[in-house]
């Protein structure tokens, strides 16, 4: 079969901006929308992110600036839309999120979500409101993000971590490792589990361990794709990569 380029004019592009550490989120992108290479490309520019910790020197690693500039960057390509594909608005609040979407769209032109505000809205289209949470940062990042998701009337019932706190890390910890901390994540009264982080390659681990525990997993790099294609125009219906991106989240919760 004969390599079938699809000019720019006649595909969507959704620019991701990256953690300049993660080597999971472009491999994980390209291969669940791979279906779609025909009507939709994916365009990455990094920001300097080398750990997760409530310091301000990491904190700060996600100021605006650093934001916009990266984002400009993608405007030259004139995507259409933007996600930050990162997770830092889940300890440093949905609002500076918020507040970086409206200066990125106000820069670029281009609509912009991120994958912590794309959550918010997979819960919302979902109805589920109590949530087991997956993530592997240090205990005091975990409980920061309980605080943050809890601020929005949510229900964190179950958390497990992995105490990793370099960048670099995420992107090693195994698939027996992730399935455990999922198991671990989880609680009879938790309607879905949320796998928190962009740098760890948990996507293609989804559909396997929703059919074990019986719920919707929201992993980032998925929820994060699946905003994107919303917003580039683009019907967000792949199946093989979990219940939200086949359109049956809804359905496998009322199952519980």
């Not at 620019?15 to 472009?26: A, K, M, R």
């Not at 990455?44 to 904190?59: G, Y």
């Not at 997979?122 to 005091?140: E, M, N």
């Not at 809890?150 to 958390?159: F, H, R, T």
Request: hydrophobic fraction near 45%; include cysteine.
């Amino acid at each position: 079969m004969p390599n079938h380029y699809v000019p720019a004019d006649q595909r969507r592009k959704i620019g991701h901006i990256t953690p300049s550490s993660n080597t999971v989120l472009e491999p994980l992108t390209a291969l669940i929308s791979r279906s779609l290479d025909d009507r939709v490309s994916h365009h990455f520019t990094r920001i300097k992110v080398e750990a997760i910790t409530l310091e301000a020197r990491h904190t700060d690693q996600f100021r605006p600036e650093a934001m916009v500039a990266a984002a400009d960057l993608l405007g030259d390509a004139a995507v259409d839309a933007i996600i930050w594909n990162g997770t830092s608005g889940a300890w440093n609040g949905f609002d500076a999120d918020r507040e970086m979407c409206s200066l990125i769209s106000e820069h670029t032109g281009a609509p912009c979500s991120t994958s912590t505000l794309a959550q918010l809205d997979v819960l919302a289209a979902t109805g589920l409101r109590r949530c087991g949470l997956a993530v592997p940062y240090t205990d005091d990042v975990t409980a920061r993000i309980i605080g943050v998701y809890e601020g929005a009337a949510l229900q964190i019932v179950a958390s497990a971590n992995l105490g990793v706190s370099g960048n670099r890390e995420m992107a090693l910890v195994s698939e027996a490792a992730i399935r455990g901390l999922l198991r671990r994540a989880d609680a009879p009264e938790a309607e879905c589990l949320m796998l928190i982080c962009t740098g760890v390659a948990g996507a293609h681990l989804v559909e396997e361990m929703e059919q074990e525990l019986g719920k919707p997993i929201f992993d980032s790099v998925t929820v994060g794709l699946w905003k994107g294609l919303v917003l580039a125009g683009i019907e967000p219906h792949i199946d093989g990569w979990g219940s939200l991106l086949s359109g049956t989240a809804r359905a496998l919760t009322r199952s519980c």
